[in-house]
């Protein structure tokens, strides 16, 4: 029973270490596009940015429970392809993963072994997820989905990269340029204000 237990709790793990290197990897990739950390979110534990510093919470409810990450643009420079690395941050660590992983799993043996191949089979299956471009079916675009708008609709996916760096560089309290702030307001919902806004 004990052997059962150990070797069900190392599968759970590597699940969880999957969902959490996915996200992290939109995390590195925003820092390597000079993103400011925002939010990073496994399970119950809640790691956010405020303006005293790193905040830690524990949110019990499993409705919260979705991992999730969020880095934001502090400068308008190359908006556009700094949010696709950005984006495609996350499948790619999905991939790296579960290729280190499959080879490590050939040097090792017994539960480390089950271990690194539930690793491989999460992160694949992470990337499948999040790759295709056909939405998370609770109406939030997958990584795909986002990507490939900047390939059928480059309109679309301008409007929408600069509504998320305004958003950034308001946090940051830097002036937006008459782009952004034209191309953010073209997104519905967006609230750019009134201060930014151009005539119509």
């Known amino acids: 029973m ?41 399970g119950p534990l809640w790691i956010l940015r405020s303006p005293a510093g ?20 502090r400068s ?3 908006y556009a392809s700094r949010i696709a690395w950005y984006i495609a941050g996350g499948p790619l660590a999905s991939v790296i993963v579960a290729i280190a992983a499959l080879a490590t799993s050939q040097l090792t043996s017994g539960e480390w072994r089950l271990f690194l191949r539930t690793l491989v ?31 059928t609709d480059r309109e679309a996916a301008l409007n929408a990269a600069a509504a998320m760096t305004l958003e950034g560089l308001e946090a940051e309290g830097v002036a937006a340029n008459a782009e952004i702030v034209s191309r953010a307001a073209r997104v519905p919902g967006t609230p750019v204000p009134a201060a930014l806004r151009l005539p119509p």
């Open 54 to 73: 790193l905040r830690f919470y524990w949110r019990w409810s499993p409705i919260y429970w979705g991992p999730m990450a969020a880095a934001m643009p």
């Open 121 to 151: 089979l999460a992160s694949a299956c992470v990337f499948a997820a999040t790759a295709q471009p056909f939405g998370t079916g609770i109406g939030v675009p997958s990584d795909g989905g986002r990507l490939l708008r900047y390939a």
């Open 76 to 78: 308008a420079d190359r």
């Open 2 to 42: 004990t052997g059962l237990v150990t070797r069900v709790s190392l599968m759970v793990a590597a699940v969880f270490i999957g969902f959490a290197l996915h996200e992290c990897g939109h995390l590195a990739a925003g820092k390597l596009m000079g993103y400011r950390f925002r939010l990073l979110a496994l």
